[in-house]
Structure formats: C-alpha cells, structure tokens
Nanobody, 121 residues
C-alpha cells in the first residue's frame, strides 16, 4: 500500500508562486502525477512524471507555468507553480501508479489527501 502526503498549499496573490510536494511511503518507485479539483468541477489532470523522471506531461493550462520534478532517493514529487491565476484555485492531489503515467484520474492507483491552493485576484 502506497501512502501519499501532500504539502505546500496555501493562499497566494495572482502572479505569485507556490511549490507543492508529495511524499510517498513506499520504496517502490511509481509513476506520479498531480491533479486538481475546483468546487463543482471534476478532478482534472495537471502534470505527471514517469518513474525515471525522463518523461513529463502537462495539461495545456499548466504548460509554461508549472514544472513537475521528482527525487527518487527521497521518494518525492514536487510541482512548482509560477504565474498563478485565480482559475488555478483548487484542491491539488498527488497520485501514483505503478503501471502507467497517470494522466487521467482513472489511471491513478493511489491518492493523497489533497492540499488547498487559493489564488486571489
């Protein structure tokens, strides 16, 4: 069983930056991703990274502003978010999958509890 714990959420003004971190409990390295869910909306893909770190994927809304990275020694996956916009406001979830890079919620095998990101205008 993989446990994921997110940290780094908070309140920031538009144009600001936040760095989210996801710590995994398992020694097995998994493909990891970040998703977000705003009130009244479905959970959506933000970014993902392969177990090796060689491949990264981004939603169109994230490209050029967000960067996903990982540290397989520490078993963490971070999401650096720059140029934040009010529409980025959501609960952000870390996800992991041993078999595929999670680019849709159905591809994620494990989820963290979520961390709130609020961007004020």
């Amino acid at each position: 069983q993989v446990q994921l714990v997110e940290s780094g959420g908070g309140l920031v003004q538009a144009g600001g930056s936040l760095r989210l971190s996801c710590a995994g409990s398992a020694r097995t390295v998994s493909n990891m991703g970040w998703f977000r869910q705003a009130p009244g909306k479905e959970r959506e893909f933000v970014a993902a990274i392969s177990w090796s770190g060689f491949s990264t994927y981004y939603a169109d809304s994230s490209k050029g502003r967000f960067t996903i990275s990982r540290d397989n020694v520490k078993n963490t996956a971070d999401l650096q978010m720059n140029s934040l916009k009010p529409e980025d406001t959501a609960v952000y979830y870390c996800a992991a999958s041993p078999n595929s890079v999670p680019r849709s919620p159905s591809q994620a095998a494990y989820w963290g509890q979520g961390t709130q990101v609020t961007v004020s205008s």
